[in-house]
Every structure is written in C-alpha cells, then in structure tokens.
C-alpha cells in the first residue's frame, strides 16, 4: 500500500520555464514533508522540507506547497536548468525529518536546454 | 566534513554467501538510518539507531538481517545467506535530531 504517491514518472520540460513535481499521500498521521534530488549512481540530496503548519516553503528556485486538506504536496523549479534533471523523490514522516522517511517512487525530471 | 560514506559501492555475491556493509555517519550525527532501494522504487526504510541504540526496524527487515551500531559510531549490516531478492542499492543516511537525513552514496548488492 503506497502511502506517499508520485504519479508521474517522468516530466520534461524546457530551461527557463517552470517545473511542477507533484506528489500525494494517504496517511493522516504524516506532518512533515521533504523533496530529495538524486542523481545517477549518488544518494538522495536533500532540496526543501515543510512542516504542516504550513502551506508553503521557498528556498531561491524552489518551493514547496503543501494542501493539507487534499493530501497533496507539489515542488516548483523556477526558472528550471538542465542541471536540475535528476530524479526527485517525495517523502512523509510523522513529526520530523529525522524520523523514519516515507517516500513516493519518484520523478524523472528532464529539462531541456 | 566529508559526509556520509558507504563502503563498498559495489558488491556481487553468490546466493547463500553472507554480506557485511559498512556505513560512517557525518560526525556528531546521532540518528543513522539504513534503506534499501530497488529499481523503479524510492528507498524503504529498513532500521534506524540513535546513538547505539536501535530504536526500530521494518518487517522488510527479515531475520537474515542484522544491523549494529556499536559505540554509536559507524554501522554494519549484515546480510546472511543472500537471495536474488536481496539485490538492491543499500543506502545510509545520518542526521541530528529534528532535522534532515543526509544520505551516503549507497552500496550497490547484486546476488548472482
């Protein structure tokens, strides 16, 4: 049972123009989120985490929304760069970041120059 | 600070035989974190410590499986009597507590 969903595989868009990365989850007990960037052949890199307190988070180029109510979580590249083609991950945890991390199954962003 | 480092990267095993990895946390993290990741999936959460402490572990976490974090330092985890369903990238993570988990680059598990 996926609790922390991303339904779009992949994503491709143009340099320069915005990236949206969504990303939903079921579980109610969840209340803190965090967008992980990973490159071929090298760990996940933590990007931008949210608390639910909040419904948003930005941090230059990136910013997380959070609609506690829909159960959905999007992440916003702007302006997107080829060097943000990565896959990136969705994760939920109850509490904290240091918790044990729930994560969705991942994006394939490519952003083409 | 050199961040989190996995050793080895790479690692092909019979079935059957036993495996070891090793993990060093950033130093002063607390929190150190195993996950396994398999192709097309985001990373499960396997086990995490604080300090040497194990404070939980997954039902992924079979009876095969053994992790430790004597003196509350580096991490090991053994895999004994490898699968073919064993194969996946092991990744490390280490943290202080409340904030984010930094992953190590992983050690990639192939059981021929």
């Known amino acids: 049972d996926q609790q922390v969903k991303q339904n779009s595989p992949s994503l491709s868009v143009q340099e320069g123009r915005i990236s949206i990365l969504n990303c939903d989850y079921t579980?109610?007990?969840?209340?803190?989120f965090l967008w992980y960037k990973k490159y071929p052949a090298e760990g996940p890199t933590f990007l931008i985490s949210?608390?639910?307190?909040?419904d948003k988070n930005e941090d230059g180029r990136f910013t997380v929304f959070l609609n506690k109510s829909a159960k959905h979580l999007s992440l916003h590249i702007v302006p997107s760069q080829p060097g943000d083609s990565a896959v990136y991950f969705c994760?939920?945890?109850?509490?904290?970041?240091?918790?044990?991390?729930?994560f969705g199954k991942g994006t394939k962003l490519t952003v083409n120059p | 600070d050199t961040g989190v480092s996995q050793d080895p990267r790479h690692k092909i095993t019979k079935r059957g035989q036993n495996v070891t990895f090793r993990c060093d946390p950033i130093s002063e993290h607390n929190r150190l974190y195993w996950y396994r990741q398999t192709l097309g999936q985001g990373p499960e959460f396997l086990t995490y410590f604080q300090n040497e402490a194990q404070l939980e572990k997954s039902r992924l976490l079979s009876d095969r499986f053994s992790a430790e974090r004597p003196k509350g330092s580096f991490s090991t985890l053994e895999i004994q009597r490898t699968e073919q369903g064993d194969s996946a990238m092991y990744l490390c993570a280490s943290s202080p507590d409340n904030y984010e988990q930094y992953f190590g680059p992983g050690t990639r598990l192939t059981v021929t």
């Open positions: 579980n109610s007990m969840f209340d803190y």
């Open positions: 994760a939920a945890s109850v509490q904290s970041g240091s918790e044990k991390l729930v």
């Open positions: 949210i608390s639910s307190i909040k």
